[in-house]
């Protein structure tokens, strides 16, 4: 039976953490593995991991806040070799078969290349009742760099990968601007599409809650108002989180580390395409060289007039 390792941060999680964690040690047809690293949690979370002691393929200890990426990626840093590795929120409920169908997926692929498994998410509110899908079939055409450097709509809870995958992200540097500015996801779906094969799997093997104490875009969600009633309000607060200060720059950023890291591995219309990003605040030149790259800008997730303003004025 193939090992799984599954990595998760905790911070003040105790509303729905024993939910998650019974759906994980629940997995069938996996010799699966929990590992979890708490980010100071100021609520009773680590009096609910404790509970868990007992449990022989159970770990966790405390950390310092570090915020969600780089606990992650702390995880993942220090976790030792297994078959398989993934990621799991605090608060959602998995699916009985969610990595032993990941794990099969992954076992019909070339096993000598890194490879990373993303699946799909039935959306749920606080009280697990039924909300959307989160994810389409016309998704899978979004696995490409291209895309990615602007928006990753596969989350790391979903996602399930292979030792080669695991073996190439933990021997790149800590620091880097994707896990400081953004999410260890990102860095994750980043290297498996540079260096090896992504998969989408649309049928949902999770229940993901959605609430206002998510450590993910939900709470940006809610701390803006765009769950709010009425087509005019969620319009003008789904504008206020596209020019929300911590997402200043961060597209050119990731860009500019995409280069500093993979330059060497990236194809030609890659290498193209993410310089042209990286360096559009370098003068005039640079800005139009991106604006007339309308096959680019097209894969950015806003409409084609706000993606000009926000070059414009330095904001991608």
């Keep these: 039976m193939e090992?799984?390792?599954v990595l998760m941060s905790t911070y003040n999680g105790e509303s729905y953490l024993k939910e998650q964690i019974d759906s994980i040690l629940a997995q069938a047809d996996v010799d699966v593995?929990?590992?979890v690293r708490d980010d100071n949690s100021s609520d009773r979370t680590v009096d609910i991991l404790q509970r868990y002691e007992k449990y022989p393929r159970f770990k966790w200890y405390v950390g310092e806040n570090l915020g969600c990426a780089k606990s992650f990626m702390?995880?993942?840093y220090n976790a030792p070799k297994s078959d398989f590795y993934a990621f799991s929120d605090q608060d959602d409920i998995?699916?009985?078969?969610k990595l032993s169908r990941a794990i099969s997926w992954l076992q019909q692929r070339d096993?000598?290349?890194p490879i990373l498994y993303c699946g799909n998410q039935n959306c749920v509110d606080k009280d697990g009742n039924?909300?959307?899908?989160?994810?389409?079939?016309k998704d899978e055409q979004r696995l490409c760099l291209k895309t990615l450097i602007f928006d990753n709509p596969f989350s790391g809870c979903t996602m399930v990968f292979n030792y080669q995958l695991y073996q190439k992200i933990i021997h790149l540097p800590k620091d880097n601007t994707i896990i400081l500015k953004r999410m260890h996801d990102i860095l994750v779906i980043?290297?498996?599409v540079i260096y090896g094969e992504v998969l989408f799997d649309i049928e949902p093997m999770m229940d993901y809650r959605r609430h206002e104490n998510n450590l993910t875009d939900a709470s940006v969600d809610q701390r803006i108002?765009?769950?709010?009633?009425?087509v005019r309000k969620k319009f003008f607060n789904k504008v206020k989180k596209l020019f929300m200060a911590e997402r200043y720059g961060i597209r050119r950023e990731s860009a500019q580390t995409v280069l500093t890291l993979f330059a060497d591995d990236l194809t030609l219309d890659d290498e193209k395409m993410v310089r042209t990003l990286a360096e559009y605040r370098n003068g005039w030149r640079q800005m139009l060289v991106l604006l007339n790259d309308r096959d680019l800008l097209r894969h950015c997730d806003n409409c084609r007039l706000i993606t000009y303003f926000k070059v414009f004025i330095g904001w991608l």
């Design 3 to 5: 090992s799984c390792i």
């Design 33 to 35: 593995s929990l590992i």
């Design 74 to 76: 702390e995880l993942l």
């Design 94 to 97: 998995w699916y009985p078969n």
């Design 111 to 113: 096993a000598s290349i």
């Design 130 to 137: 039924h909300m959307y899908q989160r994810l389409y079939e």
């Design 190 to 192: 980043y290297v498996a």
């Design 225 to 230: 108002g765009v769950f709010e009633k009425g």
